[in-house]
């Protein structure tokens, strides 16, 4: 019997946005580590180079980074049976030049995840 997933946190993607604004993106770097850990321990996977919070400070490769990270996301809905998914193009193309919507656009995708998660959780335990 596969042990329990970790259960990623939970966040506002409002909150997180302005939180990454008022902090002159300095958040962002921390919730960039933070989802890529999260998302290494639900896939039972180590952390890549282009998961760790630097990645963010390399210009291109950030994308490329960004990308992946929809992938990781991806692949933990569907080890879940989760119909969910992240357009990769979507997060590492039009979400960032779109006003920064990537943390908003991941963020939701996340939330789902947690509650998938949260939800298989509370049926083991009956």
């Known amino acids: ?3 329990a997933a970790p259960i990623p946190r939970k966040q506002g993607a ?3 946005w302005w939180l ?3 902090t002159f993106s300095i958040y962002y770097f921390i919730w960039y580590d933070r989802i890529n850990s999260e998302l290494s321990a639900v896939l039972g996977q180590p952390r890549s180079a282009n998961g760790q919070w630097w990645n963010v400070l390399i ?3 950030n994308l490329v980074g960004l990308g992946a990270t929809a992938k990781r996301l991806n692949a933990a809905h569907a080890l879940l049976g989760s119909p969910t998914r992240v357009g990769i193009f979507t997060s590492w193309f039009w979400a960032p030049f ?3 919507s990537q ?4 963020q939701r995708r996340v939330n789902i995840l947690h509650d998938v998660l949260a939800s298989r959780s509370a049926h083991q335990g009956y």
């Open 1 to 3: 019997m596969r042990a």
């Open 14 to 16: 409002w909150g997180l």
């Open 20 to 22: 990454c604004i008022i």
């Open 59 to 61: 210009p291109i490769w």
């Open 103 to 106: 943390t908003r656009y991941l």
């Open 98 to 100: 779109w006003f920064g």
